[in-house]
């Protein structure tokens, strides 16, 4: 073992793995670019595509518009300035529409019909980056693989597989072969239950469930490699604060004055991986505790997430045969 | 039209994601703590009116708050833009690349090696000795008194401090909660000493009061009638002239025992990814913890001067302690105990600044710590470092490499003296200087981060956050001024020790590249980790 890890031997397959990137129109299109600007051979992105905000730029007419973002609320008073600010908002993570002040009123007293306009614009974003990913990617050989988080509905997702021609490859619930290597990468977005009521969170024995029908089919695992949303519980990977359930936001749990930390991750997850010792782990969910383990022969990875910010959290894997050569954290 | 439209909400989707869990009061708290107000004063009235003659210790207060102002809104306004945490190797990385971003973090971690030493040097020195001495002069018991006098040895100081260093490193290899939960409660006692301190003061306005206090409480212990005479004889012995008239020259240098404790008013920057509403929070929590403790200081400097007087305060400064049967300078906390005339209140006022003595060391054995792992995950230190425990989640070998280096440097601190308190504060401005560049240039290297962040605001088209970056600058450098011109800072005629604080500043450099080229051996491209990837 060399001072700084392992010396590198022949290199073969390069990966870029990135997750929750949560709607932010900044960080998708660094990941776009990011394969040939770290000279990977595919870019996998890890669920928790779609954003979590729509913000209403209130028409107020007579060329004045109204909108508020992080807190403040701006006036606009051109269409250059309304798709300005469209612009910074969907750099954030969110979602805008121009409504009318009748339209927000029934929008604010109305939840299904907000979820029905987040659909709406979720898909549409969602569209329009498959679009550019594939014209971006055409002809370089890079392959994008993506795959859905538990925030992502199923409506939204399908947007990817309507989308996806030739680089861009929806690989939720499928196993897909990653190079000409043997390297193969089981993907599931499911997780265990948040405190958030998610759209795609399951039991743990469910979530047990659905990994075991993949892994069915296969017999070796040195070249696998497991792209689950949620990561192994205790694994360091998913250490966040403890929340209470019972509130609505869910509430941070203190002990004397300090948030009381404790791993939020999956147990269905970690006994997997511990049962079929794939290579490689790649997960998210827990944009807060990014880095690297090892459980057993397994490689696992959390990039973590700053979509908020504008920074693509990343990693950038190296895979030689049935080794990982080496892990480089990124903060694009 | 409908009130809801005056400011129309947003609307959220339950989704999951990162709760910051830091809120106002825990950010200023964290910041406030991390100033460690009783130490600032301690120095100011042990040090400020022996050894700057004719400083004005009120104007020095008012100009150093004026100096690190535009500092504290450089980090207010960068942990805005960016509310990550990391501190300055966040933003010095991301606006002026990773070379020099290592180069100003490892700076830093560096003093806070060698500065490992210096806090827990005081928990016997300004601590346990005041407290032990005073509590034998009040029961008449010379056991105590003893004792008091040994912590402030070098021997006791070390093997004090060593236990202090331990202790830390043990309880945060556990886990952080612990030290959090019992830290919440020793602040109460240290900020509960600190306001009887100077309440005792703010009650007596007259000197009188206090050169009887004085004399009762230490003429058995000094064997002498009038041992506040003894302390003007000493003095004036040791060549102490009496008070000078108001000097400006003076009073810009005594600034140093404030800017020690006052420029480090930002410590929520390198939580940043912790709190609450980070964009609005941290832009205003870091002035607002200089003027609160700068208006705390003033108010101390007042009442001090008021009941004790500059003159009583620089002739304690040059006499001999020994002739007052004691080992080291009585503190202002210890003269504020005798003023009481009361056990239970000296108890008190002895008993809480046991905590503020080494407030700093904590924050610079975790900061010191997460820098650490921070370089080890982004492969710039060997693996080694970045190991977790994954029961506890702390970072086992980084935080014993800081317990190590911190009890080498308190050796040195205590045997030798190539270390002076204020030596590297010089260091820490040196990086100060880089992160008012990163704040000046933001607007112009990352545009995309400037535009999209709460501080895109111009002043006549100009970003202020360039005009602060630049007034930044300008008053760090002032400082840095001031650093070399203090002879008690450790700086001036010592050549060596300035070349010292270049070195360490220039270690960082030779870190990355070294391990740019190590990792370069293996395929891996070191800079590529920090590097903003194109969106277009």
Known sequence: ?332 | MPESTQRPDVFVRKASGLIRTAGTWDVLAYNINFTSIGLLLLFLFLLGPAFYPGASLMWATVICVIAILPLALVYGYLASAMPRSGGDYVYVSRVLGPALGMMSNFNMTMWWFFYGGVPSAFLARYGLAPFFRTLGIYTGHSGLTSVGNWFATKNGTFILGVVLIVTLIVIFSIGTKTYFRIQNILILFAAASTVLTIAVFFAHGNHADIIHAFNSHLAHISGKADPAAYVAQSAKSAGYTGLSHFSLYWTLLVMTWIYLNLSFMSSSAYIGSEVKDARRLQLWSMPATLFIVGLGVLFSVWAVDRAVGYNFLAQLGWADPKGLGLDSTPTFTELASYLANNIVLAFLIGFGFIFWSYAWLPGQILNGSRNILAYAIDGLFPSWFKQVNKTTNMPINALTTMGVMSIIALGIYVYTSLFATLVGIFGFILSFLLISISAALLPYRLPNVFETSAVNQRIAGVPVITIIGILSFIAQAFMAWVFLRDPNAGLRGHNGMIVFNVVVFLSGLVVYYVAKWIQGRRGIDVSLSFKEIPEE
């Open chain 1, 1 to 332: 073992m060399a001072l700084f890890g392992k010396k590198a031997k022949t290199q073969t397959t390069k990966l870029f793995f990135v997750t929750d990137v949560h709607g932010s129109e900044t960080t998708f299109r660094k990941f776009v670019n990011a394969g040939k600007f770290y000279g990977v051979n595919a870019l996998i992105l890890g669920g928790d595509i779609a954003g979590k905000m729509v913000v209403p730029i209130l028409d107020l007419g007579g060329g004045h518009w109204r909108a508020t973002i992080q807190a403040i609320t701006h006036e606009l008073n051109s269409q250059e300035e309304v798709t300005e600010f469209a612009k910074r908002a969907a750099k954030l993570g969110y979602y805008s529409e121009v409504v009318s002040p009748e339209e927000y009123e029934d929008l604010a007293h109305n939840p299904e019909r907000v979820d029905a306009l987040y659909h709406r614009l979720a898909t549409e974003r969602l569209a329009t980056w498959i679009d550019l990913a594939e014209e971006r990617l055409s002809g370089t050989g890079i392959r994008m693989f993506v795959t859905g988080g538990n925030d992502d509905s199923t409506d939204v997702l399908e947007a990817i597989v309507r989308h996806a021609r030739d680089s861009v490859v929806a690989c939720e619930d499928k196993v897909v072969q990653l190079d000409d290597d043997g390297h193969f990468m089981l993907s599931l977005g499911l997780s265990n239950p948040t405190p958030w009521h998610t759209p795609r969170e399951v039991s743990e024995e469910e979530l047990a469930q659905h990994i075991e029908q993949m892994v069915s089919g296969v017999s070796d695992f040195t070249r696998a490699v497991f792209n689950l949303h949620a990561p192994p519980i205790d694994s360091t990977l998913d250490t966040c604060a403890k929340l209470d359930w019972t509130t609505d936001p869910p509430s941070v749990v203190t002990s004397g004055g300090t948030p009381v930390m404790y791993g939020a991750g999956s147990t269905a997850v970690r006994q997997a991986i511990e049962k079929y010792q794939p290579l490689l782990s790649l997960h998210g969910h827990i944009h807060e505790s990014r880095g690297e383990t090892k459980i057993g022969r397994t490689v696992a990875i959390n990039p973590g997430s700053e979509y908020g910010e504008g920074v693509l959290r990343g990693a950038i894997i190296t895979l030689s045969g049935d080794n990982v050569e080496s892990v480089q954290l990124t903060s694009g």
